[in-house]
C-alpha cells in the first residue's frame, strides 16, 4: 500500500522548489526505486533464473524503457490512470512473473508467454503508476522536464543497484544444494506477497 509513497519532508521539498535539481532528483529517483519494494519484488521475479549478466541486461532493459516513458510522459502530459488499480496491476505482475517462474502457463495451457513483451508492458504500467503517484503533488513547471530526467535517471541508478544487490544475493543462494527446492517454494512466497499487494 505504500510502495509508491513518498515521504512528507520529499513531498514538501519537490513542491517547494523552483528550477532544476538534478543532484536532488537523482537521489529522490534511486530513493524511490530502493524503496519500492513491488518494484524490486518484481525484478527479482525476472532475474530469478537468468545466470549471465547478458541475459540480466535484455530482460531488464525492457523494464526500465517501459518504466521510463510512461513516467515521463505521464507527468508531462498529465496522463494519470487510478492509483489503486495501477497498484493492484503491480501487484498482479509479481504473481504473474512467480507463475512464470514456476512453468504454469506450459503447464496449464501448453504455451510461454513472451517474457520480454510482458516484462516491457509491466515497466509501462510500473511508470503510470509512479506517474499518477508524482501527478498528486503541486510542482512548480520550472524546470520540470530536466527534473523529471534526472529522476528518471535516479530511478535506473536505484534499480541498477538494486539488480547487483538481488544478483550478488542469488549467486550465493544458487550454490547451495537445496537451491532447486527452495526456489519453489520462493515463488509460491512470492506469489502470496503480490497477491496481498493486489489486495
Same mark, same amino acid.
Given at each position: ?23 536532488? =532528483?537523482?537521489?529522490?529517483?534511486? #530513493? ?9 519484488? =518484481?525484478? +527479482?521475479?525476472?532475474v530469478f533464473?537468468?545466470?549471465?549478466? #547478458?541475459?540480466?541486461a535484455?530482460?531488464? %532493459? ?5 518504466? %521510463? ?30 507463475l ?8 496449464? =495451457? ?5 517474457? #520480454?513483451?510482458? @516484462? ?11 506517474? @499518477? ?23 535506473? +541508478?536505484?534499480? +541498477?543497484?538494486?539488480?547487483? +544487490? ?15 527446492q ?18
Open positions: 500500500a505504500y510502495a509508491h509513497d513518498v515521504t512528507p519532508g520529499d513531498a514538501g521539498y519537490i513542491q517547494e522548489i523552483f528550477g532544476v535539481h538534478i543532484i536532488s =532528483f537523482i537521489y529522490l529517483g534511486a #530513493k524511490h526505486m530502493m524503496t519500492g519494494y513491488d518494484h524490486i519484488l =518484481f525484478l +527479482l521475479g525476472v533464473f537468468l545466470y549471465h549478466m #547478458k541475459d540480466v535484455i530482460y531488464a %532493459s525492457p523494464f526500465a524503457l517501459g518504466h %521510463s516513458v510512461t513516467m515521463l510522459l505521464g507527468v508531462w502530459f498529465g496522463w494519470g490512470i487510478n492509483a489503486y488499480i495501477i497498484d493492484a496491476i503491480i501487484g498482479f505482475s509479481v504473481v504473474y512473473k512467480a512464470d517462474n514456476l512453468g504454469a502457463f506450459r503447464l496449464w =495451457f501448453g504455451v510461454q508467454p513472451n517474457t #520480454k513483451a510482458a @516484462t516491457l508492458v509491466f515497466g509501462l504500467l510500473h511508470g503510470f503508476g509512479l506517474a @499518477t503517484k508524482i501527478q498528486e503533488y503541486v510542482i512548480s513547471p520550472d524546470g520540470l522536464l530536466g527534473n523529471l530526467i534526472a529522476f528518471n535517471v535516479g530511478v535506473e +541508478l536505484g534499480q +541498477l543497484m538494486a539488480l547487483a +544487490l538481488i544478483l550478488l544475493a542469488m549467486t550465493q543462494w544458487r550454490a547451495r544444494p537445496a537451491f532447486a527452495q526456489a519453489y517454494a520462493a515463488n509460491v512466497l512470492m506469489m502470496v506477497a503480490g497477491s496481498a499487494l493486489m489486495g
